[in-house]
Structures are given as structure tokens and as C-alpha cells.
């Protein structure tokens, strides 16, 4: 039975995620910073249905927090085959705007964090001459995006570290891959107005948002597939084509 960790994982897209793979019969092992009465609702939830999860409280900003989470799943389960990278905030604001904080928080939210997570499974990876994993990007990575410098920047550095590790790691058997999602409803998206939205649907060929299973499916065809990696899927309706 394969192991997953999932960062972030208590609320929508991770969330999605998680009962994904916990119905696929995977030992899933999440993470949540604030939303503790998400994530427990989600564990009690698909626990009393009979699948293996299993939610710890990690800062995954803090190296410590993100040594727990991976020594918690070892400990657990004696192995971590599969790393979803989805813990990550947004912020709209002009360039100008932006503060020293804004920045910091942004990419160590969103990228360092997938340094530090990747970093401390990958040894158990290549001693196993396997793994699997999947950051969440954004189409804002491929693109970049008006007044979400800061946010645009982190996930097009995650997108590098992902075609980067997939190179280094290759010869271990280990596939690295980013999903890159569009427009997808979850609470992050929450402050958009209706004109904004219809706006964007107008403007995606499928002329629908996306859903955060939209997502969890792509997620466990890379898991399932033997031969994809160093790639950056952008899982958008054609809203780029």
C-alpha cells in the first residue's frame, strides 16, 4: 500500500486531493497550518469510511515543522512514495505595493516550502529507486499576472524546481511534474465579483471555471503514469492556448 504526504491539504484543492487518493486506497498523510477544524472534519470524515488518513499541524515555512511531517509518516508507515507540493497563498496588489513581507511570506509559502519538503522525502526516494512528486503551480506561473507579481514569481520558481529535480532525479526513478490550474473555485478565488467571473468565462473555451476534482484527477493519472516528468500540465478550460 503506497504512501502519500499532501501539504495543505484541509481545504479545497488539497482537500480534494486528499479523498482522492484516500479512496484510491492510498495511506494519506496531510497537513494543515490554520484550518485545524477542516482538517480533522476531513480525517474524521473519510476515516470512518474506512480509508488510512492521518492530518498533523505543520508550519511547512519551518524546516522543523516539515522534519516532523516526514518523520511522522515514517514512523507511521515505514515509507513516503508520493509528495504533493499544494500548501500556498495569493495576494492581489500593484507592484508597488508590495512589501518586504508580502514577498518573503509569498515565496516561502510557495516555494521554499517545496524545497524543504522535497528535500527531506527525497533520500527515502532514491534509496527505494522510486517517487513521485507533484507540485501545485498556477497558470500565473506559465504567464504571469497583473498585480500578483510576488505570486506569479513563486510559481513560476516552483515550475524551475520542478523541471529540475525531474532531471537529478530521473535516473532514481523518481517523476517530478507541476500542475499548473486556471481558474479553479476554491476559497482562494473567493473575492472575485460576479462581472470578474463572467469576464474570465467568457474568455475560456470550455466557458466553465474549473473544480478542485478537476485538479485531484490529474493528480492521480501522474501518480499512475510511468513516463511523465519535468512537466508543467495546465489544467485551465483553454484558457491559454
Known amino acids: 500500500m503506497k504512501t502519500a504526504i499532501i501539504t495543505g491539504g484541509a481545504k479545497g484543492i488539497g482537500k480534494s486531493i486528499v479523498e482522492s487518493l484516500a479512496k484510491s486506497n492510498l495511506n494519506v498523510v496531510f497537513s494543515y497550518n490554520t484550518s485545524e477544524k477542516e482538517a480533522f472534519e476531513l480525517k474524521n470524515t473519510l476515516c470512518s469510511q474506512g480509508f488510512s488518513v492521518y492530518c498533523i499541524k505543520a508550519d511547512v515555512t519551518v524546516r522543523n515543522d516539515v522534519k516532523n511531517l516526514v518523520n511522522y509518516t515514517l514512523n507511521t508507515f515505514g515509507n513516503i512514495d508520493i509528495l504533493i507540493n499544494n500548501a500556498g497563498i495569493s495576494q492581489t496588489k500593484l507592484f508597488q505595493d508590495i512589501t518586504d513581507s508580502d514577498w518573503h ?137
Open 105 to 241: 511570506s509569498m515565496l516561502n509559502t510557495n516555494l521554499t516550502s517545496a524545497f524543504y519538503t522535497s528535500q527531506e522525502v527525497v533520500s527515502t526516494m532514491i534509496n527505494n529507486k522510486s517517487g513521485c512528486i507533484i507540485n501545485i503551480s498556477s497558470i500565473w506561473g506559465i504567464t504571469g499576472a497583473a498585480c500578483e507579481t510576488h505570486y506569479s514569481v513563486s510559481k513560476a520558481g516552483l515550475d524551475a524546481l520542478t523541471k529540475s529535480l525531474a532531471k537529478e532525479l530521473g535516473p532514481s526513478n523518481i517523476r517530478v511534474n507541476s500542475i499548473a490550474p486556471g481558474y479553479i473555485q476554491t476559497d482562494m478565488n473567493k473575492n472575485y465579483s460576479t462581472s470578474e467571473i463572467n469576464n474570465i468565462k467568457n474568455e475560456i473555451p470550455l466557458e466553465r471555471l474549473g473544480n478542485p476534482i478537476d485538479v485531484a484527477r490529474c493528480v492521480a493519472w501522474l501518480i499512475e503514469d510511468e513516463y511523465t516528468t519535468g512537466q508543467v500540465i495546465s489544467i485551465n478550460g483553454g484558457w491559454i492556448i
